[in-house]
């Protein structure tokens, strides 16, 4: 058996997609949503569940291969290429666990990209959780715009955790022991933690921009009416000055 | 100033988590006393090395319960707060014949689609009576009873013979009995905690014995080893009096309060003084009387040849009427070397136990399926243990009691004698822990009380 290969990260059209409802081959299938080129190799139910080492060398090609074996059942996994021996009757359902487990990693990885790149505004904004002066009012759109953003990695985080750390299946199908491995090896729950514990100090930290920039808008338009009452007082003052006046040259 | 004198009758898990939930909830000062028969504290809880090579393997007590995903688990707690790192253990492989069955696809295979929905029912039925909170609660107290019905027949009810073979397979060895005599209660928790969900199981890194020798560092108490304790009964006043045989000499001692920590099969062998605590005593011991037994091989090998086929820290073997495999080795990161271990359970372990270990460990090996049989190196060391009628094939008894009424079997002459067991429980370390707890509060309040209508 011999791979054919692929860069489907910089080429996708050159994966040849694999014929159609056939698993019990081996052969290469390019899965566009999550630009991962997957390699599926049938295995007899009686063979030891270990991948040939052309395949590993395939998923191997791109990065350093995490590789698991679990009844019957191996896979390798690479960043935009992956290898999954199985016997043919399972393949469907190991095939879906593992097209699933997939897309959570890729939200997974993505929101911890966006996270990682709020690092440096943070940095520069954290200063404004204490202090927001006349200077910083320019800055109160991106505060904004920034918080919004915020909000929307914590809803896409809170939307996808159930799916990480959800209970194993019990009685456990190959699928359900695969998705639990692969979820388990790629750590996942414990980096949605972190992710937690992350956007919520960018939570902090914004909230209390939010409410010193708040604070300087109020003083701010507490100022002017200050001045209004200055003004009105100087001008009463005047006109009793020229009141006065009139008076004693009567 | 005298400080109540408190006896603990026997030096296992429940005696030492008796001695330090007392030292942490006693609010006036108690004077502690241990009584140890054998020369060692830990009882069940017993990891041993191989003279061969720097390799452990738990002889007793094999796996903790894991509940700290559904509610507060105290045994946890203690475990962290003793510092004692954790390794967690799983399984879900029954080896049927030559074939390894995982999961639901591997029975659907080898056993059929009709074994598979049979059992499937039959996983539905048990969820349906014992839900995940219901098994959490269980009978620590809080739940309702449940009487039961003997396990056998719910296991008659599973449609198909080789779904049934599976189940019982898959819970025999952690029943230490028949299904016959155990309730439908206890058989359906044997096969729950095989469910994440319901509880998952760890050890603890560098054996399990260490939380012996965690609790043993801090209990502040006279440690009398090789005292077997003979009898108990009345003293002057309200006090217990204790006799103890060390070197073939008898001892007395009075006690205000004094626990008995004891498996069943060594609280037979105390004399209770008195008709009315002897009676109490016998009435207990009718109730939770209920002897299971464990046998452990252990073999040790200069390599794990098992793990192409079966690599979870342990596996379900359908020899023995149903025994389990662990992977010994698996509990050590980093080993190279393998030790297997077979933990038989019910009229497999009794019939076993009579024979010498050398024909043991034989049948032991025997017993492997062929495809691991062909490649196993020789054995270069193996050990039997044998555990017969050291657990409760029926923790808690046919119908529950009460619970003061567990722990106080006679509570109008001698209030001062309390009992701490697993079998009042789940027959588990953490139902001895409870056990303790219980116990250990209640002489708290005891020993303040008293101290304050003496002041």
Known sequence: MTPQTAAPRTAPATVPLPAEGTCGAANVEWISALELALLVVSARPDEAATLPAEALAWVEATGPAQTIAIHG??????PGRAALLVEPTRCEAVRAALIEFGMHDRDLRELEAEVAAGWADLESDAPLAFDFRDRDAERRAGLGERFRRLVALRARLVRLVPHLDRPPLHPPTLASQVGERLRERARMAERAGHLGMQLEVHERVYDLCGQRASEWSLAHRSRGLEWAVVVLLAVETALILVDLLASRGS | M??????????GPGGLMTADALQREARVPVELTIFEASSRLGGKVLTRSFARLPARYEAGAAEIYDYSEVGPDPLKELVADLGLPIVPMGGSALVMGEHVLSNLDDVRDALGADAAAAFIAFDRAARDAVGCLDFYHGERGTAPPRTSPRFDAMLARIGSPAARRYVETMIHSDLATEPGATTVAYGLDNYLMNDPTYLRLYAIEGGNER???????RIRATRRLEHRVVRIGGGSGRRLCVVAEHTGRRHEEEFDIVVVALPLDHLQRVEFAGPRLAAALRRHLAHHDHPAHYLRITALFDRPFWRSWLADSFSMLDRFGGCCLYDESARDPGATHGTLGWLLGGAAAVEMSRLADDEVVAAALASLPDFLAAGAPPVLEAHVHRWLGAVSGMPGGPTPVPLDLRHRPEPVDHPGLFIVGDYLFDATLN?????????????????????????
């Open chain 1, 73 to 78: 059942a191996a896979i390798a996994w690479a």
């Open chain 2, 211 to 217: 939380l012996v020798a965690g609790l043993d560092g």
């Open chain 2, 2 to 11: 005298r400080f109540p004198r408190v006896a603990i009758v026997g030096g």
């Open chain 2, 431 to 455: 139902g001895v822990l409870d056990s303790a707890e219980h116990v250990a509060g209640w002489i708290a309040d005891l020993t303040a009380i008293r101290r304050e209508a003496v002041a």
